[in-house]
């Protein structure tokens, strides 16, 4: 109310006065504390699911922690949905180096259209994929290795896994899915026993038996009563070399299907997904981190048609967001990044580059111990004065980019700015850009200070453009539900929260 924004703000000079309270505030207003998100777990029960994430293939093997965190969780809540809808294909819009959709379709046997605009990703994405089939290949070889010569190896008679049921391979299913392995109760207890024993005595099976079972699909897993098949005498090598062979056709029928195509295309608004994806069926669209303006038109596209029976999709970027009121001067454009929804748009909000830039940062790692790299935000705004003082320059369609971590000293710095400004830097010695850097070094904790408190304030930003999102798809008269779930470890992953939407008569 108008006493508490008395109290926080000098109501003369509108100075903050009270940076407690606006910290206070500012919490209050995000999305942790307004209690309008779902929780992940709520989300999992009502789609019949649970947060435990399936066994398979081990993604930090070939992802950062940072993608391999935001993959698992994303493509576990994907499958859910696509699951209670009964649907099997699924676009990814954004799909960049194509992580997500290699996983979906590797992990949960979807068919994924990996649509993006740079075709250098999408080419990427083609070889990545083929990476990891060969990844695939060499867990189901080095098992096959491990199975045969354990068949040989009888484990110690007093082992209580000889009394109880068998699991051995038998099958592969014919799909790029890493399911896990136990199909009942026995076999989970049997695999239970397995590692139990594996920890304990060296001479029991390997570890590398267990990381196969632990990586082939559900239906590779059979179980056998101690009576049909004793371990210690696992089959005669010619039935071993018969169930190998079978193995060895089903891995080839495997490795030749192919269900993620990644596809080069720029996505609007308006774009018609028939005309990219010849087979569009009914299907799900899916975006993990789609840059600004591809956010909201996820969304838009989502609700225009109707083959596309839920989405799933984390923005950000919000600085590269197109704001319908933000320029007095009017724009061709229609499908603006923000406000998306009537409620902003009849009221002309506007939020400014400077919030949508503030918006991107990250509080929960600077809470953590994460600092914003000071230094480096010094060498920007000290840039920005040389600019506008030596060139009268204020503003330009050009990019300074990620200059000071190859910069060798601020000189070093302004100088490979200013070539990449185009801006002549003959006319400027060493001595002048030095002069610059003493005259503002007083004043680097005073921007430490100012740039504390935007990232206090990002989450309150942050609020509103969600929510803008959320709004629209709740004055749309075709969604069934629509939510904001946080996904993701907002420290390993800042952007964290996807807006979730099921059509009616979808599922």
Known sequence: DEDTFSDVFCENSEKLINVHLFALAAKYYSLSSLGVCTPLEDLLEALRGDSQGTTGIKTDE?????????????????????????????????????????????????????????????????????KLKKHWRAYQ??????????????????????????????DLVPSCGFTEVATSETSKQTEVDLVSRTQSDESKLSEEVLAILNVLPADAAEVFSSSHCNWGELCEEEKMQRKMTSLKAKA???????????????????????????????????????????????????????????????????????????????????????????????????CGRNARMSACLALERVAVG?????ESLFYRAVLQVIIEEMYGVTKSDRHVGKIFSKSSSFIDYVRKSLKK?????????????????????????????????????????????LLDRLCYLKEQDNIAWSGLVKLFDPVKSPRCYAVIALKKQSC
């Open 62 to 130: 070939f992802m950062n922690n940072k993608k391999s965190h935001e993959v698992q969780v994303m493509s576990e809540v994907v499958d859910k949905i696509a699951n209670y809808c009964g649907i099997k294909q699924v676009i990814d819009i954004g799909s960049g180096k194509g992580y997500l959709s290699s996983f979906l379709s590797m992990q949960y046997n979807l068919k994924v259209y990996g649509i993006d605009s740079s075709n250098t990703n999408t080419n990427g994405a083609h070889e990545r994929n083929r």
């Open 141 to 170: 070889n080095r098992g096959k290795a491990n199975l045969k010569s354990q068949s040989e190896k009888p484990l110690n008679n007093d082992s209580s896994f000889q009394s109880q049921d068998q699991v051995t391979i038998q």
């Open 252 to 350: 080839s029928k495997l490795s030749e299907s192919n269900l993620y195509f990644p596809l080069t295309s720029c996505i609007t608004a308006e774009t018609e997904l028939s005309d990219i994806v010849t087979d569009l069926e009914d299907c799900m669209m899916v975006g993990l981190h789609t840059c600004g303006d591809l956010a909201a038109n996820t969304l838009r596209i989502f609700t225009a048609k109707p083959e596309i029976k839920a989405v799933c999709s984390v923005g950000c970027c919000y600085h590269l967001l197109s704001e319908q009121f933000e320029n007095q001067e009017e724009c061709p454009e229609e499908a603006w990044g923000f406000p998306m929804c009537q409620y902003l748009k009849d009221k002309g909000w506007c």
């Open 370 to 374: 994460q600092m914003l790299p000071t």
């Open 421 to 465: 400004l185009e801006l002549d830097d003959s006319k400027l010695p060493d001595s002048h850009i030095m002069d610059y850097y003493e005259k503002y070094k007083h004043r680097m904790n005073e921007l430490e200070a100012f740039n504390m408190l935007k990232v206090v304030l990002a989450p309150c930003i942050e609020v509103l453009i």
